[in-house]
């Protein structure tokens, strides 16, 4: 079965120091894999993706994320966390041939000063 | 560039009224369309998808039923509500089926 996997409810970072979200997953083929950002009572904001190619993927606001296939693992992740990149942080997956987009159960990101 | 919007932005209805969410995308023609619901803040859940005006597929039998009577507009309906309709309705939109998918800003449905 295709699924994603977020190992940790929450993460807390210092402000200035780096992040890491995890995220696995589990696919046969290719996999196909977001992330997203949300904040309180908004809808989700499109982070990055990795489709094919380079292993290291740039996003929005300073994210990246690293695919590494022997792993299976899709970890977001900032050089230097900011106050405001506080919010809930979901992992995503294209499964059953498209159209039906699996999202891990998210991590809520606390930074503090 | 491409927008999306739904509203109500917040909606409180009675357990056994009907309901009618709408969802609209801009700038762009024959979007895949989606809902979603997100319950207690964390999991989201697909609803219903659309690849065309008049396509629907269902993804969870329940009390909800979705239609797209227009290219760019996506309706999401009950006939009565039940208590556990309640949660954070999202719409979204992509070119295709495994294109990145931009969410709307939701609506909070509160049945009660």
């Known amino acids: 079965a295709q699924s994603v996997a977020q190992p940790e409810d929450q993460v807390n970072v210092a402000e200035g120091n780096p992040l890491t979200v995890k995220c696995t997953y589990s696919?046969?083929?290719?996999?196909?894999l977001f992330w997203y950002v949300q904040y309180p009572n908004r809808g989700l904001q499109f982070l990055l993706k990795?489709?094919?190619?380079?292993?290291l993927v740039k996003g929005s606001y300073g994210f990246e994320a690293e695919f590494n296939k022997s792993q299976t693992s899709f970890h977001l992740k900032k050089p230097s966390a900011l106050v405001s990149d506080s919010a809930l942080y979901f992992c995503?997956?294209?499964?059953?041939?498209?159209?039906?987009?699996?999202f891990g159960t998210g991590t809520q990101l606390k930074v503090e000063l | 560039s491409q927008t999306i919007h739904q509203w109500p932005a917040t909606l409180v209805q009675p357990v056994g009224s009907p309901l009618s969410l709408e969802c609209t995308v801009e700038?762009?023609?024959?979007?895949?369309l989606y809902w979603y619901r997100q319950a207690a803040g964390r999991g989201l859940q697909l609803l219903f998808y659309?690849?065309?005006?008049?396509?629907i597929s269902s993804e969870v039998p329940q009390n909800l039923s979705a239609s797209r009577p227009q290219d760019r507009q996506f309706i999401l309906s009950s006939k009565k509500l039940l208590l556990s309709d309640s949660g954070f309705y999202l719409c979204?939109?992509?070119?295709?089926?495994?294109?990145?998918?931009?969410f709307g800003p939701g609506t909070r449905l509160t049945v009660l």
């Open positions: 700038g762009t023609s024959n979007p895949n």
């Open positions: 990795y489709i094919t190619g380079d292993n």
């Open positions: 696919v046969s083929g290719n996999p196909y």
């Open positions: 659309s690849v065309g005006i008049g396509q």
């Open positions: 995503a997956l294209y499964t059953g041939g498209g159209n039906k987009l699996t």
């Open positions: 979204a939109w992509s070119v295709g089926p495994t294109d990145t998918q931009y």
